[in-house]
């Protein structure tokens, strides 16, 4: 009598077939074996084993790489046209990131962890990309947005233009000549709804990347180019580019946070915070009144974004905090939208354009975190854009969208030290410094704020249960900052839909919008519809 396991992957799945004379036959997409009910139990007992016991056998091992090579053998490539694109960049999601939050993931299911995947880890083709500005070894959220949204290298903080801009270059970048365009601009021109989604504020460099061009990411209101540039008359703020310019003011869908940026400095928001504005203009109101009649929303809180007929309305504002959006575990459920939240009513907002639709969607929290040294918060934001990713999977059709995730650069996070399997990643590490004689964390910072400092006498201090278990807590660093920095290490890239086997390979940031626009059919370049 043989039993049956199921294995489910990101495209198949399989079953595992165990025999009584203790040999697997993998079989693809066959019903379970039928057993009857009186000797089901039994029968399980005797033959399905743990899965700690059956990873001692080489069987399970083998098994597992065959059942990966069929899949490989099995891919095809899919060679339509991408009617729609949704770009999901992780911020900050660096490599040591994802393999921590698989862990964390793993163990918040009762699972060792290791062997989870987050749900874009499954998708089929995987690349690697460097992330260098122009002018720096390790780069920030601005210069690497233009990358990776407009196809062209920029420097160091500046959005949207060449690097013939330098920082804070207010004349330059005021030059349209210096201007780059982004994905948003391409699929403009080419009919499609566009749509901005982020956990940040939607001014924020990411974002901005999209819309934006400007010598200094800083410059998010009239109040914030003023306290930059002495002649600030010149140069425009990145919360009026989005209202007044192409694309920004074209864009069907901006969700996110960020309200202060908008509003005047002597008005009030819904929560009773004022805004920054210098020049009485309130852009949320402009917003609005620019739109025709009944075809636009703008909403502040989840309960109002979840009950817009998202088939009435043409044109959609969510800004819900004054600033970025609370981390997620520090957020309302009832009130604070998250990152799933937003994505659904972003795609239900944008699947009704005939020609297809261009989507941003920004975990941005997962950086901020980092930046903070609060590796808990990071992971768990992670966590929550896996969520995202998979929710975009089940709303769409993988024969005409194309799902692109990756990150804009690294952090300086490490895993280290060698804890046994399944021990808590959050947790201190189950051996200890053969120096010192103390404990450490399996995760650590190289540069960044807070964490135990050394004692009177310069020593490492010992790190408890009671520390790592807060949700605040700042994990140890080496080199004392004001904030961590990111990393300069390549970060990786995962496709899913049309033409994602050209995701594949490694290769320099700006690369990724060109592969975009050839599978989308957008954009001055080569295209799959002008080959």
């Known amino acids: 009598m043989s039993t049956a396991i199921k294995i489910k992957n990101f495209s198949n799945t399989w079953w595992i077939q165990r025999n009584p004379e203790g040999n697997d036959t993998v079989i693809m997409h066959p019903p379970p074996v039928s057993l009857p009910t009186d000797e089901k139990e039994t029968l399980r007992q005797k033959r399905l084993i743990s899965a700690s016991e059956y990873e001692k056998t080489a069987q399970f091992w083998n098994v597992g790489a065959q059942l990966k090579l069929k899949e490989q053998l099995l891919k095809r490539t899919n060679r339509n046209v991408a009617k729609n694109v949704i770009f999901f960049l992780g911020d900050g999601m660096s490599i040591p990131t994802l393999a921590a939050s698989r862990m964390y993931l793993g163990q918040m299911h009762g699972h060792t962890g290791e062997e989870t995947q987050l749900s874009f880890e499954e998708f089929p083709d995987v690349g690697l990309v460097k992330t260098y500005c122009v002018d720096k070894q390790v780069a920030d959220s601005a210069c690497s947005a233009t990358a990776y949204l407009t196809g062209v290298k920029a420097n160091y903080a500046t959005i949207g233009v060449t690097a013939a801009v330098k920082y804070n270059n207010c004349a330059d970048s005021s030059d349209p000549k210096n201007h780059v365009q982004s994905i948003m601009s391409w699929a403009q021109a080419a009919g499609k709804g566009t749509g901005i989604v982020t956990t940040t504020r939607v001014t924020h460099a990411s974002p901005a990347g999209t819309y934006a061009h400007v010598a200094n990411r800083d410059w998010e209101s009239d109040a914030d180019v003023e306290a930059k540039v002495e002649d600030s008359s010149q140069c425009q703020d990145i919360a009026s580019q989005l209202v007044r310019n192409e694309p920004g003011k ?16 002597n008005e009030k928001d819904v929560s009773g915070k004022p805004g920054q504005r210098m020049d009485s203009a309130n852009l949320i109101s402009e917003w609005f009144y620019s739109k025709p009649m009944g075809t636009a929303r703008y909403v502040t809180n989840k309960r ?13 504002m969510g800004l819900f905090n004054s600033d970025h959006l609370k981390y997620h575990m520090d957020s309302d459920l009832s009130e604070d939208p998250s990152l799933s939240d937003l994505t659904y009513a972003a795609i239900k907002s944008l699947e009704k354009h005939r020609n297809g639709f261009v989507l941003f969607i920004e975990g941005g929290k997962i950086d901020l975190a980092h930046h903070e040294t609060k590796a808990r918060k990071s992971l768990d934001e992670t966590v929550q854009f896996s969520e995202a990713v998979l929710l975009a999977t089940q709303l769409t059709n993988s024969d005409n969208t194309l799902i692109v995730v990756t990150a804009d650069h690294s952090h300086v996070m490490s895993l280290a030290g060698y804890s046994k399997r399944g021990h808590d990643i959050l947790d201190i ?11 450490y964390t399996t995760l650590s910072y190289a540069n960044g704020p807070g964490g135990p400092g050394p004692d009177e006498k310069g020593h490492r201090r010992n790190i408890t ?54 599978a989308a059919c957008i954009g001055d370049g080569l295209t799959a519809c002008k080959r």
Do not use: C
């Open 465 to 518: 249960q009671q520390m790592v278990k807060n949700k605040e807590f700042q994990y140890p660093k080496m080199v004392p900052l004001k904030y961590e920095t990111h990393g300069g290490d390549d970060v990786a890239l995962f496709a899913y839909g049309p033409w994602s086997h050209l995701f594949g390979g490694m290769y320099e940031q700006n690369v990724i919008p060109h592969l975009i626009g050839y």
């Open 429 to 439: 590490s189950d051996s200890i410094s053969d120096v010192d004689k103390k404990a």
């Open 250 to 265: 074209n864009f069907n869908v901006i969700l996110g946070g960020g309200r202060r940026k908008f509003i005047p400095k």
């Open 304 to 316: 109002d974004l979840m009950g817009i007929n998202f088939n009435e309305t043409e044109y959609l």
